[in-house]
């Protein structure tokens, strides 16, 4: 262990320079990238499934299963994604891939618990805790948030009750069933919906957008209508606006995977 220390530490340093504890931790953390090796992406068809293949092998999951999609569409957004690949692999690149393995190798293999962990937000999500000032805030969440619950009051039959000042308003066993039955069951579009409502902080918002109630730029202006209020009080936050630009492309490939189900 501490020869391995030693060889990552001297490995960051360049000859005739004095170290950067900085630069070393960020190079010492830095993945291996692997090489691209092959021509060729191709989808295939069979067993009602699209499967990604490299140079004619179907690619894999980490979890060692086949990247197959459901429907064609998300097939060829995956391929799409291995053909951009230049010299090497690199995951970041590559949102939707990374959340295919998630959905093939972890959530097609536990649907009830992730479903649970969904639900879990419902009694406590975001479009349900209000501000009492000040007044344009309180304006503004009205605007992004109210046609929400009126939608899931309409479509869903779920009545669920605004809080005001984080004061906590326990929600009826009955409008928490209800909006319970409309997260799906399919992995592909439960894993989309899971991703959603752990961006956004609204399991609400995540159903809306997979309902078609909602848009894309919607959804995600109507989970950050806060943060946006308080960056044009106090200024815009770089680091902030940084997060939120890797959180989209997250939220990109979520919506991505709906569409396909329309």
């Keep these: ?105 972890g959530v097609d293999r536990s649907l009830p618990q992730v479903a649970a962990q969904v639900e879990s937000y419902l009694g406590c999500d975001l479009v349900l805790y209000r501000a009492g000032h000040p007044q344009g805030l309180v304006e503004r969440q009205a605007a992004a948030w109210d046609p929400v619950l009126d939608w899931s009051q309409a479509a869903l039959g779920a009545r669920l009750r605004v809080a005001h000042e984080m004061t906590h308003v326990a929600q009826s066993p009955q409008a928490l069933h209800a909006a319970r039955n409309a997260i799906p069951r399919d992995p592909w579009q439960l894993g989309a919906v899971h991703a959603i409502t752990t961006l956004t902080g609204s399991a609400l918002i995540a159903l809306a957008l997979a309902s078609r109630v909602m848009s894309l730029a919607q959804a995600w202006s109507a989970a950050h209508v806060d943060e946006d209020w308080n960056m044009e009080q106090w200024g815009r936050d770089e ?19 709906l569409r396909a189900f329309c």
Aim: aromatic content about 4%; hydrophobic content about 45%; proline content about 7%.
């Design 239 to 257: 680091l902030a606006m940084e997060r939120r630009a890797c959180r989209f492309v997250e939220m990109q490939a979520a919506a991505e995977v």
């Design 1 to 105: 262990m501490l020869r391995r220390m030693r060889d990552l530490l001297e490995g960051a340093f360049l000859p005739n320079q004095p170290p950067d504890a900085t630069e070393a931790a960020r190079r010492a953390m830095r993945p291996q990238l692997r090489r691209r090796v092959y021509n060729q992406v191709t989808v295939e068809t069979g067993a009602g499934e699209f499967r990604v293949a490299l140079d004619g092998r179907v690619a894999q999951t980490p979890g060692r299963r086949p990247l197959a999609a459901p429907k064609q569409a998300l097939a060829a957004a995956l391929a799409a994604e291995w053909e951009a690949q230049r010299d090497v692999i690199d995951p970041s690149s590559m949102p939707l891939s990374r959340l295919a393995n998630t959905i093939i190798d």
